[in-house]
């Protein structure tokens, strides 16, 4: 047998992974994995802590607290983070020429439970369709590359800070479809692994014309909201289909249910009692973007179960998605777009969890940096982080 020990997670319990190499008989060896924690081997038990079957969800961690609120957002295949009302944001990776690796456009960044790292999707170059999986710590430093088969992306972390999920999107999948226009989509489907990249496990399964976005973990970490959508030809006038619904299920993908149509974008409040999302539903003005026409999205706001839908935002014309709950659950961030010469100009707003009193955070009045999908750092702001006065 060939032994080796590797460390997984130095920052938190010093879990460590112990590797067996099984010779097989005629089919030469066999690579198992036994996850043990540091105290474990010290004692020179044999046992073993979160099989290969185990995908339930530990106890959730606490984040430091801050000396005030921190946001991140994209901006022009960047990453920055700020402080709202304080100071310029400062950027943490990428390039906005779109030389390198850049972050991928509209991609919010994900942080760890405890504050301390962002995964990311990222890629070689603004317009480049292979799309994967990074993480660096909260200062920008310590940049890794976790998965290389470009194809995935939309990284969320669960709350005890052990696995990420993300959604899976191979190319030329056995199960793709066509369309008459001669164009073809994959499926999506989600998938979880550890933060080093290890350890990749099937959480959902992929379906012929559908995709799936993990959207944000319940505090507890029991269930797990996504969205789920369709792939489908564009419709007359060039008008494209709401596909989209809000999904949640459990961390192993078990006891899925349909929480609302026309609908994407769900983040769990801080408390867990309510679910924020971007709806189109009462269709509220129109958006072109080249050769494809959309109905703009609100925010709204649901119990967790699925009841009592209040929308949040009343702008007509302008598409308003990605909102993003601040720790302490006064705030809400949001990403606002809007058409300009048939592309579409965002900005980052934020506004009370009621709706009132929206105001910039991330704007630029000359149109020439975009910027989007906010992410409130882990942590109760000392200062900062009550509601915002109109």
Same mark, same amino acid.
């Given at each position: 047998?060939?032994l080796?020990?590797?460390?997984?997670?130095?920052?938190?319990?010093?879990?460590?992974?112990?590797?067996?190499?099984?010779?097989?008989?005629?089919? /030469?060896?066999?690579?198992?994995?036994?996850?043990?924690?540091?105290?474990?081997i010290?004692?020179?038990?044999c046992?073993? @802590?979160? /099989?290969?079957?185990?995908?339930?969800?530990?106890?959730?961690?606490?984040?430091?607290? +801050?000396?005030?609120?921190?946001?991140?957002?994209?901006?022009?295949?960047?990453?920055?983070?700020?402080?709202?009302g304080?100071?310029?944001?400062?950027?943490?990776?990428?390039?906005?020429?779109?030389?390198g690796?850049?972050a991928?456009?509209?991609?919010?960044?994900?942080?760890? =439970?405890?504050?301390?790292?962002?995964?990311?999707?990222a890629?070689?170059g603004?317009v480049?369709p292979?799309?994967?999986?990074?993480?660096?710590?909260?200062?920008?430093?310590?940049?890794? &590359?976790?998965?290389?088969?470009?194809?995935?992306?939309?990284?969320?972390?669960?709350?005890d800070?052990?696995?990420i999920?993300?959604?899976?999107?191979?190319?030329?999948?056995?199960?793709?479809?066509e369309?008459?226009d001669?164009?073809?989509?994959?499926?999506?489907?989600?998938?979880?692994?550890?933060p080093?990249?290890?350890? &990749?496990?099937?959480?959902?399964s992929?379906?012929?014309? @559908?995709f799936?976005?993990? /959207?944000?973990?319940?505090?507890?970490?029991?269930?797990?909201?996504?969205?789920?959508?369709?792939?489908?030809? +564009?419709?007359?006038?060039?008008?494209?289909?709401d596909?989209?619904?809000?999904?949640?299920?459990? =961390?192993d993908?078990?006891?899925?249910?349909?929480?609302?149509?026309?609908?994407?974008?769900?983040?769990?409040?801080?408390?867990? &009692?309510?679910?924020?999302?971007?709806?189109?539903?009462?269709?509220?003005?129109?958006?072109s973007?080249?050769?494809a026409?959309?109905?703009?999205?609100?925010?709204?706001?649901?119990?967790?179960?699925? #009841?009592?839908?209040?929308?949040?935002?009343?702008?007509?014309g302008?598409?308003?998605?990605?909102?993003?709950?601040?720790?302490?659950?006064?705030?809400?961030?949001?990403?606002?777009?809007?058409?300009?010469?048939?592309?579409?100009?965002?900005?980052?707003l934020?506004?009370?969890?009621?709706? #009132?009193?929206?105001? =910039?955070?991330?704007?630029d009045?000359?149109?020439?940096?975009?910027?989007?999908?906010?992410?409130?750092r882990?942590?109760?702001? &000392?200062?900062?982080?009550?509601p915002?006065?109109?």
């Amino acid at each position: 047998h060939g032994l080796g020990v590797r460390g997984l997670e130095p920052e938190r319990g010093r879990l460590v992974r112990l590797w067996l190499l099984i010779p097989r008989s005629g089919r /030469g060896a066999e690579l198992r994995g036994f996850g043990l924690t540091a105290a474990l081997i010290a004692a020179g038990i044999c046992g073993c @802590q979160g /099989g290969d079957d185990d995908v339930s969800i530990g106890t959730p961690v606490s984040a430091t607290s +801050l000396d005030r609120p921190q946001l991140l957002a994209w901006r022009d295949g960047q990453l920055v983070l700020a402080s709202p009302g304080r100071r310029r944001p400062r950027p943490l990776f990428g390039d906005p020429r779109g030389h390198g690796v850049v972050a991928v456009q509209w991609e919010r960044g994900a942080w760890s =439970p405890d504050g301390r790292r962002i995964a990311f999707t990222a890629s070689y170059g603004a317009v480049d369709p292979d799309w994967d999986i990074w993480v660096i710590r909260a200062d920008g430093t310590g940049r890794r &590359r976790l998965t290389s088969d470009g194809a995935s992306s939309h990284p969320v972390w669960s709350p005890d800070g052990m696995r990420i999920y993300f959604a899976y999107r191979p190319e030329d999948h056995p199960k793709q479809v066509e369309f008459s226009d001669g164009s073809d989509a994959d499926p999506a489907w989600i998938q979880s692994m550890r933060p080093d990249g290890s350890d &990749r496990r099937e959480v959902t399964s992929p379906v012929a014309g @559908q995709f799936e976005i993990p /959207g944000s973990f319940s505090p507890d970490g029991r269930t797990l909201t996504l969205t789920r959508g369709e792939y489908r030809e +564009l419709g007359p006038r060039g008008r494209v289909g709401d596909v989209y619904e809000v999904w949640a299920m459990g =961390p192993d993908g078990s006891e899925a249910r349909k929480l609302v149509e026309r609908a994407r974008d769900p983040a769990f409040s801080p408390d867990g &009692r309510r679910i924020a999302y971007a709806s189109d539903r009462d269709e509220n003005g129109a958006l072109s973007y080249g050769d494809a026409a959309y109905y703009a999205y609100e925010l709204y706001v649901m119990h967790a179960e699925g #009841s009592s839908p209040r929308r949040l935002t009343h702008t007509r014309g302008l598409n308003e998605v990605q909102p993003a709950w601040m720790p302490g659950g006064s705030r809400i961030a949001y990403q606002r777009g809007w058409d300009y010469q048939s592309a579409q100009v965002t900005t980052v707003l934020q506004a009370n969890a009621d709706g #009132s009193c929206p105001r =910039p955070v991330f704007a630029d009045a000359g149109i020439e940096t975009w910027y989007g999908a906010p992410a409130w750092r882990p942590g109760d702001a &000392r200062t900062g982080d009550g509601p915002l006065r109109c």
